[in-house]
């Protein structure tokens, strides 16, 4: 099992990036896909998920209409576009697949940095 993002890089505040993160080793349309991130010295927190089919998506406040998540099942791709970068959303993002049969069980991407500067 494998998640391994990319897109990551250094952005001037106001500035865009497209984070991917492909899948490989399990079916990737049977498991909803998130995205966390963690910055220096925080806790690790949940910035957007999706659910398995892609009909549903939902965000963290501080992200809303802002970063859009997306899914393409026939590649194995999950995509995080980042519009209106600001500072704080400097972090490393890390891409995740979980799925519940009677346990939850999760997959982790190694993550890709996102820095946010003038």
């Known amino acids: 099992v494998q998640l391994v993002e990319s897109g990551g890089g250094l952005v001037q505040p106001g500035g865009s990036l497209r984070l991917s993160c492909v899948a490989s080793?399990?079916?990737?349309?049977?498991?909803?896909m998130n995205w966390y991130r963690q910055g220096l010295g925080a806790e690790r927190e949940l910035v957007a998920a999706?659910?398995?089919?892609?009909?549903?998506?939902d965000y963290a406040d501080s992200v809303k209409g802002r970063f859009t998540m997306s899914r393409d099942n026939a590649k194995n791709m999950v995509y995080l576009q980042m519009n209106s970068l600001k500072p704080e959303d400097t972090a490393v993002y890390y891409c995740?697949?979980?799925?519940?049969?009677?346990?939850?069980?999760?997959?982790w991407g190694h993550g890709t940095q996102v820095t946010v500067s003038s």
């Open positions: 080793g399990f079916t990737f349309s049977d498991w909803d």
């Open positions: 999706i659910t398995h089919s892609g009909s549903y998506t």
């Open positions: 995740n697949a979980n799925r519940y049969f009677g346990a939850w069980y999760a997959h």
